[in-house]
């Protein structure tokens, strides 16, 4: 197939044009997240059986990952992790360099993060909609995997798995729904 104007076979030349596209921004508040990283927190730390020192001391700067000093590390992987999720949608995220432009490591704590997509007139209202939550879930799991990496090694594991399950949910969502290039075939 030959696209008019175009005395060359080029590949795609058979997918439809789908370059109108709509803006949608998905919302993560702040509160929400430390609710729920505060909430599971809470839960994980109550669910070790054993109640020896080292367990109870894990126990403690488990549940208190949301208290003054604590949440300065919440927050910088908040912020680590919500880049991530901006990354792994690059194909509705992308954006054009901006000249000169200085990025700093200054903490960052908004009241909400927000991922402004670009998506295809095509996609389905529900799709950003599974994505919001998904996402929110991914954050509060890397945030939790971190925590406990550094404070009780052998349960972060577990929220490592959840992280990566929820990443692989989202990129399986953005492959289904960016396509696969196709190219024509040949006889030879």
């Known amino acids: 197939m030959y696209h008019i104007g175009c005395s060359e076979n080029c ?3 058979d997918v439809p044009d789908n370059t109108a596209t709509k803006k949608v921004t998905l919302v993560f508040h702040r ?3 430390l609710y729920d990283i505060e909430n599971y927190a809470y839960i994980e730390g109550h669910v070790w059986g054993e109640d020896s020192p080292e367990i109870r001391h894990a126990r403690h ?3 208190e990952i949301g208290e003054e000093g604590n949440v300065d590390r919440v927050n910088r992987i908040l912020g680590v992790v919500h880049a991530a999720a901006v990354e792994m949608l690059y ?3 992308k954006q054009e360099p901006v000249d000169d432009e200085v990025i700093c490591d200054c903490m960052w704590t908004p009241d909400k ?3 402004i997509m670009q998506v295809p007139t095509t996609m389905s209202r529900t799709t950003p909609h599974l994505l919001n939550k998904l996402i929110h879930e ?3 799991a890397r945030v939790i995997y971190d925590w406990l990496s550094i404070t009780h090694p052998e349960a972060a594991r577990n929220w490592l798995d959840k992280a990566l399950e929820a990443e692989q949910e989202i990129n399986s969502i953005k492959h289904s729904r960016t ?3 196709r190219r024509p075939s040949h006889p030879f």
């Open 61 to 63: 700067t488990l549940i």
């Open 31 to 33: 509160a929400q997240l």
């Open 91 to 93: 194909p509705y995220t």
């Open 179 to 181: 396509g696969a290039l």
């Open 138 to 140: 991914f954050m509060v």
């Open 11 to 13: 590949y795609n030349n």
């Open 113 to 115: 993060y927000q991922i």
